[in-house]
C-alpha cells in the first residue's frame, strides 16, 4: 500500500506491505484521514520531545498502561484522525463486520500492550491507504455522515475535553488565541455549550472567518485589536477562560499578560519548546494554568454524535483534499495559514 | 519615633515625626511585628517588580480598588505583620478604645482611597514603634493570646489561603517545597484540616525541624532524597498536591517535573524574576498551576481565631526579636535559614 513515512523526522512516501489484522482486529481502508498540526511539529521539535519524554518517565515508577511510542530510526506512519471502512475481520470478532465504516481512539492494543496509532512502529496510522484498527475502540458512524466530516471527531474532541477541563460555564466567557483546528475545536464546543461571548484572535483573515462560522462572537487581528480590548468592549465584566490554542513559545506568558484577576489560562497548544513566564504576572492576578492533553473516551464518541447530530457544522473547517502521495505537499502548504485550516488525506482521491 | 525606612532600594534606621490618626482611624503602638520575606525580596528585585506592576497595569482599565504603592524615592515604613495597641483614637471612631490590642488586614484607608500598609509613602507599617490603623479592619485580639503570635496571624492568612485555593480535600495528600514562613504556614493549615501525607523539602536542617513540628509527616532534605521519592515511600497513589512555597527561579519547572499525572501545583512563593518552563511537562500530564496571593478578610480572622483557640501552635517559629535598630541586621540574619524562620521586632525590646 502507498503510505506517507516518518523516518529519522523526515517525510517521505512509499511502498509499505499490506497490514494483517491480529486477534480482535479489523484491516479497514482509510476513507479520510485529517492532518494534524501535533504531526507537523512532531517532524520538526520531536528529537526534542523525545528527550523530554525520557527525562520525565525518569524515577518514575513503569506504568503499564504506558503507550509504546514509536523509534525514530525505524518507519513510522502518521495520522490519527481517520475515518476508515471495514474490509477484513481478524479472528475473534463480533461486533465489526465488513462494510462498516468507523471512527476510532488513535490506540491498538495486542498481547505486547498499548500502541499510539500515528506514532507507533507496529501499528500505521492514517496517512496510508489501510490500517488495522482494534475491534474494541472502533465506533460506527451513523449512516448518511460522510467521512470527511466523521474524521473531524478526534480533533473535535480535543476541543470537547479543553472546555471540559476548563469547568467553564454559562455566564463565563471566552478568549481563544488562536484559531488553527486546536482553537476552533474550542470555539465549536463552546458554542455547543452555549457560551458566551467567545472572542477570538488570530493573524489569519480565512481563519478568522472560520472561526466566526464555527461561533465566535467577535474575531480579531491581534496586530490591530488585542483580544483582551476586544472582550473588554463587549463584556469586560464575566469570569473570563483564556484558550491558548497557539503552542509557540512566548503564547502562556501573552495569555497571563492579558488576563484579568483570577482567570482561567487552558494551554491547548503544544508547545514543545522551553518557555518564558513572568510568575509575578501570575500571582499577582492569582491566574490559574491548566495544560490539557487530549480527550476521554466519552469525549470521543460525543464528539462524533455532535457531528453525526448536526449539533455543530465542521465542514467549513475543511480545506484541501490530498491523496496519500500529496502528503509532504500538504505538510508544507498547512505552513500557510491563509489557504489552509484542516487538508483531508483520502486515499481514493 | 524609632523606624526602619526604605528609600532608593535602601533600608537605614530614622527618626521620623509620629504619625496621627485621621478620621475613623487610630494610632496605635507596634507590640510586635514579623519581618516577611516579601520585604527582603522587596529590596532586593522591587525596581523590577515595580517595572512589571507597571507593565501589567498598562491598557487594563483604572481600578478604584486597587492599592496605592509606594515610590521608591521616598520614605517607606515596611512591616506587614503586626500587633498593635490602641494609644490614641482618632474622630469618628467608635469600636476600638485605647488599650485595645489588635491585628488588622495590612491596609489603611482615607478619602484618597486604599493605601497598602507596609507598602506605602503615606502610612508606615511595624518595623516602626508607631502606626496608624483604619478601625474598620482592626480586629481585636482575645485577652490572653501573646502579641508575639497575634502577630502570625498574617502569615498564617498565607497558608490558610494558599490551601482554599489549592482545593485540597481529605484522602488527598500535599508535597511543600520550602519551609521558609510561607511553606510552613501551609503545613499549619494542612494539618489543622487534618490532610496527610504532607512531604516538606528544605535544604535547612533547622527549617525541617520546624516543619515536622508544625505537622509534616516526613521531612526531607531534596539534596539526598527527592520530596516526590519520599511521597512514594508513604503514599504514591492518591491526588496530589504541589506547594512551591521557594520562590526562585527554577522551582516551578522543578514542581513540575515530579508532578505525577493530574496534580495541582500551587505556586505560593514569590519569583519575581522571569522564569523558565517546558510546557510539555504541564500537557504531557495535564497539570494544574494555580498561583496565589494574599488572602481574604475572612481567612485572615480564621487565622486569628486558629491561633487564639490553638488549633495550631506556632510558637516553634519564633526564631529572634529585634528592636527597630535591629531591622537591618536581621534582614542579613534572615538570610540564612539554619539561624531563622520569623524574626519578631519588638519595638520595646
Same mark, same amino acid.
Given at each position: 500500500m502507498r503510505a506517507a513515512v516518518m523516518r529519522d523526522w523526515q517525510l517521505r512516501v512509499d511502498d509499505l506491505p499490506d497490514p494483517t489484522p491480529g486477534p480482535g482486529q479489523v484491516l479497514t481502508k482509510v476513507l479520510a484521514c485529517g492532518i494534524c498540526g501535533s504531526d507537523l511539529h512532531m517532524l520538526q521539535h520531536g528529537a526534542e520531545a523525545r528527550r523530554l519524554n525520557e527525562e520525565m518517565a525518569e524515577g518514575a515508577p513503569a506504568d503499564p498502561m504506558a503507550m509504546k511510542m514509536f523509534e525514530p530510526d525505524a518507519d513510522t506512519v502518521m495520522g490519527h484522525e481517520f475515518c476508515c471502512e471495514v474490509v477484513e475481520v481478524g479472528p475473534g470478532c463480533s461486533n465489526l463486520k465488513v462494510g462498516d465504516v468507523v471512527v476510532s481512539l488513535p490506540v491498538a492494543f495486542d498481547a505486547e500492550g498499548l500502541h499510539a496509532l500515528g506514532y507507533s512502529n507496529r501499528y500505521n496510522g492514517g496517512y496510508a491507504e489501510l490500517m488495522v484498527l482494534s475491534e474494541m475502540t472502533g465506533i460506527k458512524v451513523p449512516a448518511g455522515v460522510p467521512a470527511e466530516l466523521a474524521a473531524l471527531t478526534e480533533p473535535l474532541a480535543v476541543g470537547v475535553h479543553a472546555v471540559a477541563k476548563s469547568r467553564i460555564v454559562k455566564g463565563e466567557s471566552a478568549i481563544v488565541l488562536g484559531a488553527g483546528p486546536v482553537g476552533l475545536a474550542c470555539v465549536a464546543e463552546l458554542r455547543m455549550r452555549g457560551i458566551g461571548p467567545i472572542v477570538v484572535a488570530d493573524f489569519s483573515a480565512k481563519r478568522r472567518e472560520l472561526a466566526a462560522q464555527l461561533g465566535a462572537d467577535v474575531v480579531v487581528d491581534p496586530r490591530e485589536t488585542p483580544a483582551i480590548e476586544a472582550w473588554r468592549k463587549i463584556d469586560g465584566g464575566s469570569q473570563l477562560v483564556i484558550f491558548e490554542? *497557539?503552542? *509557540? #513559545?512566548g503564547m502562556i506568558q501573552q495569555a497571563m499578560r492579558m488576563a484579568p484577576r483570577g482567570a482561567r489560562i487552558l494551554v491547548v497548544g503544544a508547545c514543545m519548546q522551553e518557555d518564558r513566564i513572568q510568575p509575578m504576572l501570575g500571582i499577582g492576578r492569582e491566574l490559574n494554568i491548566q495544560f490539557v492533553l487530549g480527550y476521554e473516551p466519552l469525549e470521543f464518541s460525543g464528539a462524533l454524535e455532535a457531528i453525526a447530530e448536526g449539533k455543530?457544522?465542521?465542514? #467549513?473547517w475543511l480545506t484541501g483534499t490530498v491523496n496519500v502521495d500529496g502528503v509532504p505537499q500538504a505538510f508544507a502548504d498547512l505552513a500557510n495559514p491563509e489557504t489552509h485550516a484542516k487538508i483531508l488525506v483520502v486515499p481514493g482521491s
Amino acid at each position: 500500500m502507498r503510505a506517507a513515512v516518518m523516518r529519522d523526522w523526515q517525510l517521505r512516501v512509499d511502498d509499505l506491505p499490506d497490514p494483517t489484522p491480529g486477534p480482535g482486529q479489523v484491516l479497514t481502508k482509510v476513507l479520510a484521514c485529517g492532518i494534524c498540526g501535533s504531526d507537523l511539529h512532531m517532524l520538526q521539535h520531536g528529537a526534542e520531545a523525545r528527550r523530554l519524554n525520557e527525562e520525565m518517565a525518569e524515577g518514575a515508577p513503569a506504568d503499564p498502561m504506558a503507550m509504546k511510542m514509536f523509534e525514530p530510526d525505524a518507519d513510522t506512519v502518521m495520522g490519527h484522525e481517520f475515518c476508515c471502512e471495514v474490509v477484513e475481520v481478524g479472528p475473534g470478532c463480533s461486533n465489526l463486520k465488513v462494510g462498516d465504516v468507523v471512527v476510532s481512539l488513535p490506540v491498538a492494543f495486542d498481547a505486547e500492550g498499548l500502541h499510539a496509532l500515528g506514532y507507533s512502529n507496529r501499528y500505521n496510522g492514517g496517512y496510508a491507504e489501510l490500517m488495522v484498527l482494534s475491534e474494541m475502540t472502533g465506533i460506527k458512524v451513523p449512516a448518511g455522515v460522510p467521512a470527511e466530516l466523521a474524521a473531524l471527531t478526534e480533533p473535535l474532541a480535543v476541543g470537547v475535553h479543553a472546555v471540559a477541563k476548563s469547568r467553564i460555564v454559562k455566564g463565563e466567557s471566552a478568549i481563544v488565541l488562536g484559531a488553527g483546528p486546536v482553537g476552533l475545536a474550542c470555539v465549536a464546543e463552546l458554542r455547543m455549550r452555549g457560551i458566551g461571548p467567545i472572542v477570538v484572535a488570530d493573524f489569519s483573515a480565512k481563519r478568522r472567518e472560520l472561526a466566526a462560522q464555527l461561533g465566535a462572537d467577535v474575531v480579531v487581528d491581534p496586530r490591530e485589536t488585542p483580544a483582551i480590548e476586544a472582550w473588554r468592549k463587549i463584556d469586560g465584566g464575566s469570569q473570563l477562560v483564556i484558550f491558548e490554542a *497557539v503552542g *509557540v #513559545p512566548g503564547m502562556i506568558q501573552q495569555a497571563m499578560r492579558m488576563a484579568p484577576r483570577g482567570a482561567r489560562i487552558l494551554v491547548v497548544g503544544a508547545c514543545m519548546q522551553e518557555d518564558r513566564i513572568q510568575p509575578m504576572l501570575g500571582i499577582g492576578r492569582e491566574l490559574n494554568i491548566q495544560f490539557v492533553l487530549g480527550y476521554e473516551p466519552l469525549e470521543f464518541s460525543g464528539a462524533l454524535e455532535a457531528i453525526a447530530e448536526g449539533k455543530t457544522d465542521l465542514s #467549513p473547517w475543511l480545506t484541501g483534499t490530498v491523496n496519500v502521495d500529496g502528503v509532504p505537499q500538504a505538510f508544507a502548504d498547512l505552513a500557510n495559514p491563509e489557504t489552509h485550516a484542516k487538508i483531508l488525506v483520502v486515499p481514493g482521491s
